[in-house]
């Protein structure tokens, strides 16, 4: 079974704050990527990585940076935390295409409260 | 650029009553379509996929939905729904066989007793 983790279930962190949150996927995927959901909007990518010490960025990175110096370990970084980046975050791992796996495989979540 | 609607933010169905949740998607180039679902306080699973062949697909516990092109629609349908079934619906569209997915705002099933 694949099996994607995240660090931490829920975290409360103060406005200004750097934060970490960590993911790790055991199945040797070359493609991580970082998500926010919020009600009525859904997920929205903020970062993706599609091999070691690479990124591209997704619809929402501003106020995020990322980082991915191993393949299994994609990191999502608030540089300096604001309440409006209260939210789920949500990771995700899928392998190159044309191993028969089409789906993304995702983390149970980080819930950030900025106070 | 793709987008995907979502008509109903929230369903509310009595147990084995058939429930559809509906999925409209833009796009100018073929794509791929999912459905995800989220139970609470879980993480997103996959629960069924169009990538080509058969417009209809079907997951292994009784939900389906239907490609129509001409529509730009991928409903998701069950003809008899459990409380088990009470979650977070996800249509999702992506132009890559499943990466870099943009995701509906999702629609809340609500089964009661």
């Known amino acids: 079974d694949v099996k994607v983790t995240q660090s931490s279930r829920y975290l409360v962190k103060r406005t200004g704050e750097k934060v970490f949150l960590e993911c790790v996927q055991d199945?040797?995927?070359?493609?991580m990527f970082w998500y926010r959901q919020d009600p009525g909007l859904g997920l929205r990518l903020i970062y993706f990585?599609?091999?070691?010490?690479?990124?591209e960025k997704g619809d929402i990175p501003e106020g995020y940076s990322v980082s991915r110096e191993k393949k299994e370990r994609f990191s999502l970084i608030l540089e300096s935390a604001s309440t409006n980046q209260t939210s789920m975050y949500l990771c995700?791992?899928?392998?190159?295409?044309?191993?028969?796996?089409?789906?993304?495989?995702f983390g149970p979540g980080t819930r950030l409260t900025v106070t | 650029a793709q987008s995907v609607t979502q008509l109903d933010s929230q369903v509310p169905v009595f147990e084995e009553a058939p429930v559809e949740l509906r999925c409209n998607y833009s796009?100018?180039?073929?794509?791929?379509l999912f459905w995800y679902v989220q139970y609470p306080n879980q993480g997103l699973q996959l629960l069924l996929k169009?990538?080509?062949?058969?417009?209809l697909v079907e997951s292994i516990n009784g939900f389906e939905a239907e490609f129509n092109k001409s529509q730009t629609s991928f409903h998701l349908r069950k003809p008899s729904v459990h409380i088990s079934d009470t979650a977070e619906y996800f249509c999702?569209?992506?132009?890559?066989?499943?990466?870099?997915?943009?995701f509906g705002a999702g629609t809340i099933l609500r089964v009661k007793s």
């Open positions: 995700a791992s899928y392998p190159t295409p044309g191993q028969g796996v089409y789906e993304q495989y």
């Open positions: 199945m040797d995927h070359e493609n």
């Open positions: 990585s599609y091999d070691v010490k690479m990124k």
């Open positions: 796009s100018s180039v073929s794509v791929y």
């Open positions: 169009y990538l080509s062949g058969s417009t």
């Open positions: 999702a569209v992506s132009r890559e066989y499943g990466n870099k997915l943009v």
